[in-house]
């Protein structure tokens, strides 16, 4: 079994920053990808970045140029750095890893608003 915890999150102002981290710990043979999804009321659960094994990362167009995801493979975690924050970044943000299977962190909260 793999397990994530998720650590951040929390209420920020516009144009503001936030950083949330997920830690992967169990039976982790291979990460191929981890990412951030973020889900809002009544709306389908949405890619918000990933970064894959060798490096590559891809990202929503909203937060293009705002959130950078990282990766420690060392630590098998992740970060997402949102910078320049939005009313319309406010969601449940939950982490993904892929491994034999994908796997999800019980999310976390964000909410932006002053």
């Known amino acids: 079994q793999v397990q994530l915890v998720e650590s951040g999150g929390g209420l920020g102002q516009p144009g503001g920053s936030l950083r949330l981290s997920c830690a992967a710990s169990?039976?982790?043979?291979?990460?191929?990808?981890m990412g951030w999804y973020r889900q809002t009321p009544g709306k389908q659960r949405e890619l918000v970045a990933v970064?894959?094994?060798?490096?590559?990362?891809n990202y929503a167009d909203s937060v293009k140029g705002r959130f950078t995801i990282s990766r420690d493979n060392a630590k098998n975690t992740v970060h997402l750095q949102m910078n320049s924050l939005k009313p319309d970044d406010t969601g449940v943000y939950y982490c993904?890893?892929?491994?034999?299977?994908?796997?999800w962190g019980q999310g976390t909260q964000v909410t932006v608003s002053s």
């Open positions: 993904y890893v892929s491994i034999t299977r994908g796997y």
């Open positions: 970064i894959i094994s060798g490096g590559s990362t």
């Open positions: 169990g039976s982790i043979s291979r990460i191929n990808a």
